[in-house]
């Protein structure tokens, strides 16, 4: 059993910046793929970022958000520049302990309780 629990969610004004943390429990973090997903109220879950020897990021936050991952610490972050109100969402922390290159939602196995973003314009 994985646990996840975010932290570094709150309220931004558009064109700040927030850092996410994910910390997990789990004896082989460093083979895990770790993502980072949003839900905004109405609208389906996405992926935002993944990250595993290769880091993935939906086209929408390119060039904004950087993930990034910690093995000692068993943390992965996500790093979000340049907010925009779009971008405002609950963030939940996913982990696939298969370590997939190329994970699709349902390769991941365990999800943190997800922390808000909310950018104000």
């Known amino acids: 059993q994985v646990q996840l629990v975010e932290s570094g969610g709150g309220l931004v004004q558009a064109g700040g910046s927030l850092r996410l943390s994910c910390t997990a429990s789990g004896d082989t973090f460093s083979s895990y793929t770790m993502g980072w997903f949003r839900q905004a109220p109405g609208k389906e879950r996405e992926s935002v970022a993944s990250?595993?020897?290769?880091?993935r990021y939906a086209d929408s936050v390119k060039d904004r958000f950087t993930i990034s991952k910690d093995n000692p610490k068993k943390q992965v972050y996500l790093q979000m520049n340049n907010l925009k109100p779009e971008d405002t969402a609950v963030y939940y922390c996913?982990?696939?302990?298969?370590?997939?290159?190329?994970?699709?939602?349902?390769?991941?196995?365990?999800w943190g309780q997800g922390t808000q973003v909310t950018v104000s314009s």
């Open positions: 990250i595993s020897l290769l880091r």
């Open positions: 996913a982990a696939d302990v298969d370590g997939s290159l190329w994970p699709r939602e349902a390769d991941y196995d365990y």
